[in-house]
């Protein structure tokens, strides 16, 4: 069984199909995965089983009404907000049964903690590769977002390979300074922000979900029992939807320093309450200053973020 | 208005003299923190008085008039002046936010603590109307992207609504995004904040098959054991925070203390929903509903004087059952109210409108559920949190709701979301569909905006809309027979038919729809409808006659139009036709510019065909072009419905239609008798929507029939030496006769209506013989309406008609902007004068009714001298 993190699809044709099944003022992604499970396109038409994770309410709300878009099978699980040892024990609750529930329902013949302690390893292994290529700079923001992107599909073993061959082969990227990018999930497709940037000829360090939070954890790893890994996982969350969330601008304000970044974006999707509320409060701790940005994938909104984004590269110039 | 007893709903000026008739000792029982302070304080205020203290929302209002009703408003609106006091006496104060009935319980075990819902917060903007804490909250980033309880970050700053909180327990997990963004920019200003998770509840067994499911002992609900474990530890993590801040352990018995008080909270919510809502006439408002059943679940921080508040509505309701009392009229609309408005004054409105609430969801029913009294508090509290509809989903809910209003006998939904709450957009479109599907209600969905000051036009303009189509479908269903036999409930009398005819249509095409026929919406005499027929559709005028609808049209098109297309937009507008709704297309004939302008902008809405009306009536090119538009229609017709339009399909339906136009005809020759035995406005009542519809066919012989009895035991619709009026011009319809009734008002009797609601589009038969396709194409050309040039058509149907009828005097009646019979009325009135040497008076109007005392004063002036 192979598992994947579909972060894709993200398109207008997409959130305009998602339309369908809920209002316009719904996060664009939510819309874009709607509107991709119920055509079946790409990799949403390639799931056999969807692990629907609960994080915020709009994705709550989409699982739980997934059974209308498609008829494809979901296992649910919530992933608790508070940080505490009770929500932790009940993630790990969660993903204890989900994996017994796997079995059960045929996805799998039986749970080997050997097999994903090795999984996890590669994966790591990988996750280290793709970091320090993203911290160093090595890759123009377009190809570092396809590297992310690859990371939530490929298999872990072959990645960092093919990480170290594409970066031996490619051109030495040198970007004039380095902005962090942060915020919601940048999905395959939402490469604007990317492409504006590696326009500018700037560096891109991606801090979110979709970036480098993603390669955490990043300690190696010593159990490969669904427990174990879904604690290492839970704590290692920075996200804006943490209550508290204290430890988002602690992460935040951290990698900026490592990563020496000169600026940071923080771009939030349209009707994403929990980061777009934070701009302030982000504004005011980070080192650096920040340029909000709210979108959404219409393709309308791509000159206006181009504007923005060169009036704040020049700020900092 | 009927003999049925009637209670009040008053305004808060109203309330203002009639507190002072409340006795002395009733007012002593109204008091607040009696056990912290001696005597307790008094609260029981006008709502006017409370309105000067900045809630002034509360002066566009109507309240219940009993006393039970004004102490709930003023314990309700007393809350500030509680926490204030409490804090100052040395009481904690905890601010809960978003657990909607869970926390107090646990946190009422502390007498030494006072709990207050933070979220309540989100009326505030709307009761203040005016936006100083949705400011506040923009400042710190909270801004209109989010639902109104981001004032609750408001009040935190400004804390003019509550003292600062000792503590603040802020559910997140199952919640909205929204109501977590705001608490985490609260727990930003410093205040201390304890966070406890709502496990989400899992509806379908398949999503986690290795989980064990159990189901709620009084909701019925399946959860997992799982999550309410869970949440048990999340509770009990409250008491240990409550520990913490108290220095004090609660006991078992201060534990059980706070279940039983709230059970019996509960218990009476429950019980006060039961008798309000299963009464024919709902012995108590809408508002004062809301305001009980949350008191259920916040206490408005003093769970002891809630008792007696809630008691004491309790028995002015149940005294009213034994009465017969209500607020309302014989059977009002029954409408059923999900998710509570943030502007009460919208509660207000739809009673207005002679609907009442008959049952609510405002997403706290799991609160009138009792705590199960033999488990744990927490292990109790927490099962009673997976009746929580919120936390599991939106079709869940749905289902839900769709039993409650079936049960409460609901007509209607509102639903009234909230732009910004991260849940409505996700449930609005499945509530609609399984209230529509399910319960087979409609539904009227709408976000609330904010509109300090004053009802929202648009909203109320919908609302206004959605209870005339609840009044519509309250008509009995004619059964069966649309193209033959028919049933029609015999006696019924036919002017009382006609009246109700809209009623009839509405039910009527939709019993269409879901057998599969066709539905083809026209706005003009010059669509034939035999082509629709030939189709074997059924053709419906759209061709709006309120002047309601015309208000929200106006935000979109000019003032400065005609009336007729105002309305006819309006009702699209504002989803308020019926049958557009129901339509398969519509027919755009282009007549005049207003009308050919406004069908672009519904062109997107329905499949539409434009018909191209030549207007140079004597030209033989002309007539030709008119017969390839008429084919084109015919054309298109037979795409969209995957049939022919053969010749004898086409004559079949000519036979039909000219049936109907004599019978028509026979009616408005009623008019010609001297003296008369009808009137105008029984005549042009007559009027409907639907061709082709059978019982409608029945109607107009009864009707005639009717007339002739009438008049043969001696009725006359006038008195003697009445002057006969002809009335020509634009077309009349059921709201818009003010012309025609002031005539008759002032004593003349209108004897015939030459424009297109009357005889001008059924005078002339379509000939069955020869070209079916030329014969519809000529006799629809043949309509002298004011748009074809030249118009000398219309003199001669006038003459005819005067030959008939024989007036006195005629009207002519011009829509505002209705530019084309504006001008021709020149050429009709020296007609009128010269060759008929008859009164002849213009009137030119729109569908207001403004201007009826001045139009009385000049047609009593023209009739008198006639």
Known sequence: MRSIRVLHGASSNNEGAGERFMRPDSCPLVKSFAGAASAGTGLHGMVDAWVAMYTCDQTRRLFQALGRITAVDAFHIQLPSTRTKEAEDYFASQVERLCDDLVSRGFSDGYSTDRALAFEKERRRAASSLRSIAMKG????????????????????????????????????????????AGGPMAAGDDAVPGLLEAAGVTMVPLGCSGLQATLPDAEPVDGSPGWLAREYFQASRCARCRPNDQVFEYLERTLEEADCRGLILKTLKFCDLWYTERERIRERMPVPVLVLDTSYAPGGRERVGTRIEAFLESLA | ???????????????????????????????????????????????????????????????????????????????????????????????????????????????????????????????????????????????????????????????????????????????????????????????????????????????????????????????????????????????????????????????????????????????????????????????????????????????????????????????????????????????????????????????????????????????????????????????????????????????????????????????????????????????????????????????????????????????????????????????TGFAGGVTNPSGEDPFEYFRNSMAVESDAARALKRQGRGLVGIYCEYTPREIIMAAGAYPVCLCGTSRRTIAPAETVLPSNLCPLIK?????????????????????????????????????????????????????????????????????????????????????????????????????????????????????????????????????????????????????????????????????????????????EQCGGIVVVQEACSGVKPTEALTPEDGDPFEAVARKHFDIPCSCMTPNTGRLDLIDRLAAKYRPDAVVDLVWHACHTYNIESWLVERHIRDSLGLSYMKVETDYSDSDRERLAVRIQTMLEMT
């Not at chain 2, 508002?287 to 509505?313: K, R």
């Not at chain 2, 053969?646 to 239609?657: E, F, K």
């Not at chain 2, 008019?671 to 005549?683: L, N, R, W």
Request: glycine share 6%.
């Open chain 2, 567 to 743: 309305s006819s937009f309006g009702y699209i507008l504002t989803n308020r036709c019926p049958f557009f709704q129901v339509c398969d297309a519509i027919v755009a004939e282009t007549t005049c510019d207003g009308k050919k302008k406004m069908y672009e902008l519904i062109a997107d809405r329905k499949p539409q065909h434009i018909l191209e009306l030549t207007q140079k009536h004597d030209e033989d090119d002309a007539f030709r072009h008119w017969m390839s538009e008429v084919r084109k229609l015919a054309s298109f017709l037979e795409n969209l419905y995957g049939v022919e339009i053969a010749d004898n399909r086409l004559r079949g339906a000519i036979r039909a239609m000219n049936r109907e136009r004599s019978l028509l005809n026979t009616v408005f020759e009623l008019g010609a008798s001297d003296p008369p035995i009808v009137t105008g406005v029984e005549t042009a009542l007559v009027r409907y929507r639907l061709a082709g519809f059978e019982p409608h066919l029945e109607m107009l012989e009864r009707f005639v029939e009717k007339v002739r009895e009438r008049a043969a035991g001696g009725f006359r619709a006038a008195p003697e030496g009445a002057p006969r009026v002809m009335v020509t011009g634009c077309p009349t319809g059921r709201d818009t006769l003010k012309v025609i009734e002031i005539i």
């Open chain 1, 138 to 181: 090595l890759l123009k923001p377009s190809d570092l977002h396809k590297a992310f992107e690859l990371f939530q599909i490929a298999r872990p073993g072959w990645l960092a390979g093919f990480l170290e061959t594409a970066v031996a082969a490619s051109k030495p990227w040198q970007g004039s300074m380095r902005i962090a990018v």
């Open chain 2, 1 to 479: 208005m009927s003999a049925a007893k009637r209670s009040g709903r008053i305004t808060s000026s109203d309330w203002e003299i009639r507190i002072r008739d409340i006795p002395d000792e009733y007012r002593e029982r109204c008091r607040f923190l009696r056990k912290l302070i001696p005597g307790g304080v008094e609260y029981l205020f006008s709502p006017y008085e409370y309105s000067c203290r900045g809630d002034t929302l509360l002066r566009r209002l109507r309240f219940d008039d009993s006393s039970a009703a004004l102490r709930l408003w003023a314990f309700l609106f007393s809350e500030k002046d509680r926490l204030f006091l409490a804090k100052e006496h040395g009481l904690k104060i905890v601010a809960t936010m978003k657990d909607l009935g869970q926390v107090p319980v646990i946190t009422y075990a502390w007498p030494e603590a006072l709990t207050f819902y933070a979220d309540e917060l989100w009326w505030a903007p709307c009761f203040s109307e005016e936006p100083h804490l949705l400011d506040e909250a923009a400042r710190l980033g909270a801004g209109e992207d989010l639902c109104y309880v981001r004032a609750a970050l408001g009040a935190m700053v400004t804390l003019d609504y509550f003292p600062k909180p000792d503590l603040c327990i802020a559910g997140v997990g199952a919640c909205c995004d929204d109501f977590s963004a705001v608490m985490q920019l609260i727990e930003g200003l410093g205040i201390k904040v304890h966070w406890w998770e709502m496990a989400s509840r899992l509806d379908d067994r398949s999503w986690a098959p290795g989980e064990e499911f159990r189901t709620t002992p009084f909701g019925g609900m399946p959860y997992q054991a799982s999550a309410a474990r869970f949440v048990e530890g999340q509770l009990r993590g409250i008491a240990r925070a409550m520990e913490e801040m108290t220095g004090r352990t609660a006991s078992e018995s201060d534990l059980e203390r706070s279940r039983t008080m709230f059970n019996g909270l509960r218990s009476r919510i429950a019980e006060l929903r039961n008798l309000v809502y299963s009464a024919k006439r709902p012995p108590m408002p809408g508002l004062e509903m809301l305001l009980a059943e949350f008191i259920g679940i916040h206490t408005c921080s003093e769970p002891d004087e809630s008792v007696e508040v809630l008691d004491d509505l309790l028995a002015t309701v149940r005294s009213r059952l034994d009465s017969g009392t209500s607020p309302f009229d014989d059977d009002p609309l029954r409408v059923y109210w999900v998710m509570p408005p943030t502007d009460a004054s919208l509660v207000t409105q739809l009673e207005d409108l002679g609907a009442c609430v008959t049952g609510s969801e405002y997403m706290i029913t799991h609160s009138y559920l009792p705590l199960a009294p033999d488990k744990n508090i927490f292990a109790a509290v927490a099962e009673n949190c997976m009746d929580d509809l919120m936390l599991g989903s939106a079709h869940m809910r749905a289902s839900r709701i769709a039993a409650e209003a079936r049960r409460f006998g609901a007509e209607g939904v509102i639903v009234s979301s909230i732009f910004g709450a991260s849940h409505c957009p996700h449930e609005e479109k499945i509530l609609v569909e399984v209230l529509e599907k399910e319960a087979g209600l409609p539904v009227l969905a709408f976000d609330v905006p904010y509109s300090p000051g004053r009802l929202s036009e648009q909203v109320a303009g919908r609302m206004e809309g959605f209870t005339e189509v609840l009044r519509s479908r309250r008509a009995p269903m004619i059964a």
